[in-house]
Each structure stands twice: as structure tokens, then as C-alpha cells.
């Protein structure tokens, strides 16, 4: 560890990212104080109303862009749907698979994406 300014600045020269002119910004009565934390500052605020912004709370306007379709079985992009059993699938495969499936397991894949149809 350096002892004098001059051997700062020598040292400072060599690691071109040191500034040697730095002054830490936390210093009181001539002592470093640890920076506080996100956690600790949040901590310390007190929340006023209930009309905070927060990141859950944003409203953003729809999209323009179409919602994008994935496959019920495989997951992969698709923008094929079964007329009769409203699946999406992504493969011919899939097609004779979901032909192939009992109606309850079908309502099952329906009510995991929200598309509560009750099949006739």
C-alpha cells in the first residue's frame, strides 16, 4: 500500500483506470462509511399512498402486434389450429396426436392456456 501522494500518483500512472485525484464520497469526521445498500434504502423510505408506481402497477397500451401462437403439446411457435379441438399444434405429428386424444385430457390443455371451450 502506498504511503505518500507521490507514490499514489506513481501507482495511479501505472493503472491508467485509477484516478488518483478520487475523493471518497462518504467520508465524515475524516472516516469511510460503507455506502448503503438498495435494500436498506428502501427500507428506510416509508411508502406514502397507495397510488406508488410500482413495476406490477404499470398499465401499458395492447399491442399492435398479434399475440404469437405455441403449440399445446410441444411449445414451439405455430399457426396451426385444430378446427374441432381448438389445439394449437405445430406438426403433423402433434395433428394425429391431439385426433388421437380423449376429450377430457383436451379441456385439460385448453384450461392450462385459458381457452375455457366446452367441447361438444
Request: glycine letters at 2%.
Given at each position: 500500500?502506498?504511503?505518500?501522494?507521490?507514490?499514489?500518483?506513481?501507482?495511479?500512472?501505472?493503472l491508467?483506470?485509477?484516478?488518483?485525484d478520487?475523493?471518497h464520497?462518504?467520508?465524515?469526521?475524516?472516516?469511510?462509511?460503507?455506502?448503503?445498500?438498495?435494500?436498506?434504502?428502501?427500507?428506510?423510505?416509508?411508502?406514502?399512498?397507495?397510488?406508488?408506481?410500482?413495476?406490477?402497477?404499470?398499465?401499458?397500451?395492447?399491442?399492435?402486434?398479434?399475440?404469437?401462437?405455441?403449440?399445446?403439446?410441444?411449445?414451439?411457435?405455430?399457426?396451426?389450429?385444430?378446427?374441432?379441438?381448438?389445439?394449437?399444434?405445430?406438426?403433423?405429428?402433434?395433428?394425429?396426436?391431439?385426433?388421437?386424444?380423449?376429450s377430457?385430457?383436451?379441456?385439460?390443455?385448453?384450461?392450462?392456456?385459458?381457452?375455457?371451450?366446452?367441447?361438444?
Amino acid at each position: 500500500m502506498p504511503d505518500t501522494k507521490a507514490e499514489e500518483k506513481q501507482v495511479a500512472n501505472s493503472l491508467p483506470f485509477k484516478n488518483p485525484d478520487y475523493v471518497h464520497s462518504n467520508v465524515q469526521n475524516g472516516k469511510k462509511k460503507p455506502w448503503k445498500t438498495l435494500k436498506q434504502i428502501l427500507a428506510q423510505t416509508p411508502i406514502t399512498s397507495d397510488d406508488s408506481i410500482t413495476y406490477s402497477s404499470l398499465d401499458a397500451p395492447p399491442s399492435f402486434k398479434p399475440a404469437k401462437k405455441y403449440s399445446d403439446l410441444s411449445g414451439l411457435e405455430t399457426t396451426y389450429t385444430d378446427p374441432q379441438t381448438k389445439l394449437h399444434y405445430a406438426t403433423p405429428e402433434e395433428f394425429q396426436d391431439i385426433r388421437r386424444m380423449p376429450s377430457d385430457l383436451i379441456q385439460g390443455y385448453l384450461t392450462l392456456r385459458r381457452a375455457n371451450n366446452l367441447l361438444q
